[in-house]
Each structure stands twice: as C-alpha cells, then as structure tokens.
C-alpha cells in the first residue's frame, strides 16, 4: 500500500461518512480514524488563528498536532508536561502526541494558564484537532 491508495482510502472514507478503517495484510495493520463533530470545522484545527480580539477571559483550546495516542507526559519524565492551574509560555510543549516510538509535542498557541483538567485521558486516540486541553490569557 502506498500514499495514493492511502488517499483513496481517506476519500472513500469522507465521501460515505465512515469514521473508522481497519485494514489488515498479514502481519501489519494500517488504523485509520476520522472525526466528524460538528466542532471539525476550520476552526477546530490546530493552525494559529488571530487571536488578538479574543476577550482576556475567554478559553482557548489546544488541539492535537497530528492522530495518534495522547500522552501527558514524556516517557522520561516522572510526572505530566503541564497540569490545571500551571502557566505556560507561547510554544511551550505542553502534552505529547505518541505515533509508534515517534512522539509529537503540543504546544500552547500563545502564554496562559491551563485552565481545568486534560480532556482526554492518557493513551487515548486522538484524531489532527482534537481538544486537548484549554488555557486562558488570563495570568493571575
């Protein structure tokens, strides 16, 4: 299987609103997993938006990188990257997306406070835009 019939897979996959593909060739299996919410619009992706008019108080949300598991933490690290309450920098590595052995940093979009607790919890699948978490502007 090559990306072209990856592609075609991912087309197939959209166009008939499946959300979920499994395929199988003796050892090895191919997984492939599509979010349909209603959030999955353009906003729902993790591109940087402006976000200067937003108000002071008003959450934003940190979203998966890419699809793989979520992981709150460093596999050499003892304990979570970033917890609810902690202050954070823009870009700083908050969480961790897990593809095979490859892991995948996600950043804060600018500086904060993490607001509430992980969305999702640890060595979940996560889908490209998933919420993750939410920081706020507000430092107090």
């Given amino acids: 299987m090559n990306i072209q019939d990856i592609e075609r897979l991912v087309a197939t996959m959209e166009s008939s609103g499946l959300t979920r593909c499994v395929i199988t060739d003796g050892d090895e299996t191919l997984t492939l997993v599509r979010c349909t919410r209603a959030e999955d619009d353009d906003e729902s992706r993790p591109h940087l938006a402006s976000t200067k008019s937003l108000p002071d108080d008003m959450p934003?949300?940190?979203?998966?990188?890419?699809?793989?598991?979520?992981?709150?933490a460093h596999p050499l690290?003892?304990?979570?990257?970033?917890?609810?309450?902690?202050?954070?920098?823009?870009?700083?590595?908050?969480?961790?997306?897990?593809?095979?052995?490859?892991?995948?940093?996600?950043?804060?979009?600018?500086?904060?406070?993490?607001?509430?607790?992980?969305?999702?919890?640890?060595?979940?699948?996560?889908?490209?835009?998933?919420?993750?978490?939410?920081?706020?502007?507000?430092?107090?």
């Fill in 77 to 140: 690290q003892l304990e979570a990257a970033e917890s609810e309450g902690s202050v954070v920098s823009e870009g700083q590595s908050l969480a961790y997306v897990q593809v095979e052995s490859v892991l995948f940093p996600v950043t804060a979009p600018s500086a904060g406070r993490v607001v509430g607790p992980m969305l999702v919890p640890e060595g979940t699948l996560v889908g490209y835009g998933d919420r993750l978490m939410e920081i706020s502007y507000t430092v107090e």
């Fill in 60 to 72: 934003i949300s940190v979203r998966a990188p890419c699809s793989g598991n979520f992981r709150c």
